[in-house]
């Protein structure tokens, strides 16, 4: 009995986390993201490279890793930046201090953004930049409010207005509302954002994909010794009864 008490308890605390992000109250759109997409994982890779670096650094990750999600030699030599060699770790194209100075707030280092945040909460907080013309820069965001960065991502999704309504008690629905299409549609947008979040994710754990291998194999060696264990206290046994 006390043995079910104390599992129970393991259960409750495993969960803690989970209640603690579900009562912050803003709700996070499901990232589409499936890191055995290894054609989702590349395009997030030249999307992040080609959009991403001009501000964000992403310190921990080398170029050449990019092998990992199936890229060639020569493929990624067409993506690297001026300068850097296949064997670099991925720098901002702007200094930390610049950047600062700028836009009021440095941009974070990107390498393990999605195991501290989570991927949902960044497929959502892309695409909830809104226009706000009392910011800076022009923009908001609904998750992230007073964000620092600019939409750069404007001009492919287009913008957004944020409508509040009110609900009696005084409960408010915040929503956005596409107000100017961008270059590409919600679809292919929402797509894009989603290939992009699959790379942060790849990127904050690089190991991962090779761990779900490991893991298996270890299952399966788990289960063959399960079945040899099994055989042996028959033949221990046998003799007994
Ligand atoms: C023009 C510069 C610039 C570019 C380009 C840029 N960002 Fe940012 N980003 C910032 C700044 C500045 C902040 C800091 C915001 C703050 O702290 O208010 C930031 C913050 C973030 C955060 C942190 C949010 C949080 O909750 O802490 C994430 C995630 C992020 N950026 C992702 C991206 C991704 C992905 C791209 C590429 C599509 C990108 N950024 C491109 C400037 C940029």
New binding site residues.
């Given amino acids: 009995m006390k043995l079910i008490k104390k599992l129970w308890l393991l259960v409750l605390l495993s969960m803690a986390p989970v209640m603690v992000s579900a009562s912050t109250g803003v709700h996070l759109d499901k990232a589409p993201a499936s890191l055995s997409d290894k054609a989702s994982l590349q395009r997030g890779a030249q ?2 490279v080609a ?2 670096l ?3 650094s992403a310190a921990y990750l080398r170029y050449n890793r990019l092998m990992d999600i199936g890229m060639s030699e020569e493929e990624i030599r067409k993506l690297l930046p001026e300068g850097s060699k296949l064997g670099s770790t991925m720098q901002a194209m ?1 200094d930390s201090e610049s ?1 600062k100075m700028a ?6 280092d ?1 390498s393990v ?1 999605a195991r501290s ?1 989570g991927t949902d ?2 497929y959502t ?2 695409r909830s930049f809104y226009v706000d013309p009392t910011r800076p820069s022009g923009v908001n965001n609904v998750i ?1 409010p ?5 939409n ?2 404007g001009p492919l999704q287009g913008d957004q207005e944020l409508v509040v309504e009110k609900h009696e008690g005084g409960h408010e629905v915040q929503t956005l509302k596409l107000t100017t299409p961008g270059t590409m549609s919600t679809k292919e947008f929402d797509a894009t954002v989603g290939d ?1 979040v699959n790379f ?1 994710d790849f990127m904050g754990e690089p190991a991962k994909l090779v761990r779900y291998t490991y893991g298996y194999i270890v299952i399966g060696f788990l289960f063959l010794l399960l079945l040899l264990t099994y055989a042996l206290k028959k033949e221990f046994w046998k003799d007994v009864h």
């Fill in positions: 999307f992040f959009n991403c001009a501000c964000h702007m950047a836009f009021g707030a440095a941009p974070p990107l953004i945040r909460y960044l907080y892309l992230f007073l964000a620092a960065m600019p750069i991502l992009l942060l």
